[in-house]
Structures are given as structure tokens and as C-alpha cells.
């Protein structure tokens, strides 16, 4: 197996334990015997670019994945990106307005941005994840190139929202949920494994020598799309099905033992 040339995880419930924190010093362990490998290693999330590099500040060869695959950076360079058409942009916004339980984030390459009627409840709990965040009248006001549009909605509607949304954004954009009252908007045809299959052109590092790690539903198409998926122990069902192997959940260091398991 270790004619990999590509490690890509995804973070939330993969490579990130429950505390969103991860073992510094077993992952020093396996960054060398990648290193030692020539093997490049990718995070692939649908988080905010500013937010996942603040993970890796030790270790500035990573390259990223960010906002579901919309955006790929290499220290602190574009080496691809994919954003909505202005007036895309604006449909997604309109429909949007229309769904009261809806709270939207446009996230942008420069910032993510939200209403300034946001409750500051609310903004905490997003600026977690968006370290780079804006508060605007109207998205209208926006600068900047959209990525794709993070939401959030009360849990118990997440499902019929997406439906919803499905049927009012056809052709402009999907809805993807991880569950748990959160929905991405992002353009047809941009997911995780869109950002890897760019990877591989621009490094030219075939698919078949690419491992790949992810927990949920938006990890699916990476990891049918490279030579080695594997499901996180506490992966969804549609998640292991999809994948060619299985490791410990996060809260077990699953994708780091996987890779000292494969490695040595």
C-alpha cells in the first residue's frame, strides 16, 4: 500500500475528535513517515479555508480542500477555485429569503457573510467555523466571490427544507445536509472529490494512488473517487457502504492509525 502518493481526510467527525481537537503528537508521528513516503497530505472540508490552516500552523505543506471543494489553497496561494455566478448569487439569496427558518452564510474567498440581524448568539456559534466573518445589511452589498452558502435551520426541519430548497434552487444550486440543522448550498457539480480530481491534474498524481478518509454524506464522492475510501468508525451507513475499508471512529485516532497501519 505504499505506493500512496495522496492522504486527503475530511475534518468535523473524521480527523477531528468530538472536542474538535486531534492528537499533536501521534500526528507528528505520522506526518514524518508521510514525509518519509513523498506523500502529500490534504484536508478536504466544507469548512472556511482560514479556519482549517489554523489546524495546521506547524506543518505548512498541507494542502487544502475548503468550502466543500469550491476552493483549493497551498500555502496561502489559489490553485483553483469554482464561484457562483453574480447572478446565481442573487437567486440563491431570493429563494432563501423566502424560507423564514433559514439562516443564510454567503461564504465568500476573502470573508463568509451574514445579516446584521443576526442574533450574537449566532454569530459566535458561526465565527467557530468562519474565522473570517462580516456582517452585512443586504447580501445584495457583498464584494466578493461566493463559494457556496452554509445555513442553519431548527434540527427537526432540516429534511423538508432540503426538499424545499431542491425543488426552488433546481439548476442554480444543491442543498447538501450533514444533518443536525445545518444545509450547504453549493454549485452543481462541486464536491470534495472535484477539488481531488484538480489535485490530481495539477500534481498529476493519479486517483487509484489516492487514500481518502470522511465520515458523512458530503465525503461520498471522495471517497468512491479515490483507490482507497475509508469510513470513519462512526461514519452513516451510506458513508461505509461507499467505501472500500473501515477504521476507529475519531474519538479512537481512526485515521491516523490507519495511515502508521499502512505506512509501516
Known amino acids: 500500500m505504499t505506493h500512496l502518493k495522496l492522504i486527503a481526510t475530511d475534518m468535523d467527525g473524521t480527523f477531528l475528535n468530538s472536542r474538535g481537537k486531534y492528537d499533536t503528537e501521534l500526528f507528528s508521528e505520522v506526518h514524518q513517515l508521510m514525509d518519509i513516503n513523498n506523500i502529500k497530505f490534504v484536508v478536504a472540508s466544507g469548512n472556511q479555508y482560514y479556519q482549517l490552516r489554523s489546524f495546521f500552523k506547524k506543518y505548512p505543506e498541507t494542502i487544502y480542500i475548503s468550502e466543500n471543494g469550491a476552493l483549493i489553497m497551498y500555502q496561502d496561494k489559489e490553485y483553483w477555485s469554482s464561484s457562483f455566478s453574480y447572478n446565481n448569487y442573487l437567486n440563491v439569496v431570493e429563494i432563501a429569503k423566502r424560507i423564514p427558518d433559514l439562516e443564510l452564510v454567503a461564504c465568500g474567498k476573502e470573508s463568509a457573510y451574514v445579516l446584521d ?44 427544507l432540503v426538499v424545499e ?62 483507490g482507497d475510501g475509508v469510513a470513519m468508525g462512526n461514519a452513516t451507513k451510506d458513508v461505509i457502504y461507499s467505501a472500500n475499508h473501515q477504521t476507529d471512529d475519531n474519538d479512537n485516532n481512526g485515521v491516523m492509525n490507519y495511515i502508521r497501519k499502512v505506512l509501516k
Open 117 to 160: 440581524t443576526i442574533s450574537d448568539e449566532l454569530f459566535e456559534d458561526i465565527h467557530q467555523y468562519y474565522f473570517k466573518l462580516k456582517k452585512v445589511t443586504h447580501f445584495e452589498d457583498v464584494d466578493d466571490e461566493i463559494l457556496k452558502f452554509a445555513s442553519s435551520c431548527p434540527d427537526e426541519l432540516t429534511d423538508k
Open 165 to 226: 430548497l431542491m425543488v426552488a434552487l433546481d439548476g442554480i444550486a444543491i442543498p447538501v445536509s450533514s444533518g443536525h440543522g445545518s444545509i450547504d448550498i453549493i454549485k452543481p457539480g462541486i464536491n470534495k472529490a472535484t477539488g481531488l480530481s484538480k489535485l490530481s491534474q495539477l500534481l498529476d498524481i493519479k486517483p487509484e494512488v489516492m487514500c481518502a478518509f470522511g465520515d458523512g454524506g458530503n465525503d461520498i464522492e471522495m471517497l468512491k473517487y479515490v
